[in-house]
């Protein structure tokens, strides 16, 4: 079956530590991945997108890299801060998926001073 | 002012109850989009429009109907509602661009008892 999986634990880093999150899918050809923050009780804003025909993609401490190999995306917060704290989704686009992006459930980062 | 305004952003109802949930945006999208969001579980598409005359069923429309009244409003309603439609619902527009992020809005929070 087809599934888009990310950690549903959440994952707790001190201050100034580097945060990874993981997103891995299964029989799913990709032709991109989008990541997502989500802070309680809003709504979801995008943040970085990644082709499947891309290694990595970099914006301001945010690293994004694509492994189509290993099928998987790794989303990196470098220098992380408590502001840093929310849930982080990632979003793929199936090859021919029509524009309907299909999510993962999210991974809830917390990060502590 | 909110680029995606959903209306309400919560409400309690009653098993069997017609619901409509409204959303407006003001970011000239064609594309609009249902979205529910549950504990665990990704967000899942319940309807999407590209135009006022397109209308397409998501993966979990079964109990939903939609209308886009107009290219800014696209309306969700659950005709009878019942206790697992509890859920958080989001719409989100696009642009036509195929890489294009989703703009999601703050949320309407439903619970049916």
């Known amino acids: 079956s087809q599934k888009i999986e990310q950690n549903s634990e959440a994952l707790n880093i001190q201050e100034g530590k580097t945060a990874t999150l993981t997103c891995n899918y299964t029989?799913?050809?990709?032709?991109?991945l989008q990541w997502y923050r989500q802070d309680p009780g809003r709504g979801p804003v995008f943040l970085l997108l990644i082709r499947e025909n891309e290694k990595e993609k970099r914006k301001e401490r945010l690293k994004v890299t694509f492994d189509t190999t290993l099928k998987q995306s790794l989303f990196h917060i470098t220098a992380s801060q408590p502001a840093d704290s929310a849930t982080y989704l990632c979003a793929l686009l199936p090859l021919g998926g029509y524009n309907k992006l299909i999510f993962g459930a999210g991974t809830r980062l917390a990060v502590h001073p | 002012d909110a680029d995606v305004t959903q209306t309400p952003r919560n409400r309690i109802t009653k098993t069997g109850k017609r619901i409509m949930l409204e959303c407006s945006q003001t970011k000239g999208h064609d594309r609009m989009y249902w979205y529910r969001q549950d504990p665990g579980l990704g967000l899942r598409l319940i309807y999407y429009s590209f135009d006022v005359k397109d209308i397409n069923k998501g993966e979990i429309s079964d109990g939903y109907s939609v209308s886009r009244q107009a290219q800014a409003k696209f309306s969700l309603s659950l005709e009878s509602a019942i206790p697992n439609q509890t859920a958080l619902y989001f719409c989100a527009t696009r642009t036509g661009r195929n890489t294009g992020e989703l703009f999601f809005g703050e949320g309407s929070r439903l619970t049916v008892l």
């Open positions: 029989n799913y050809s990709p032709a991109y």
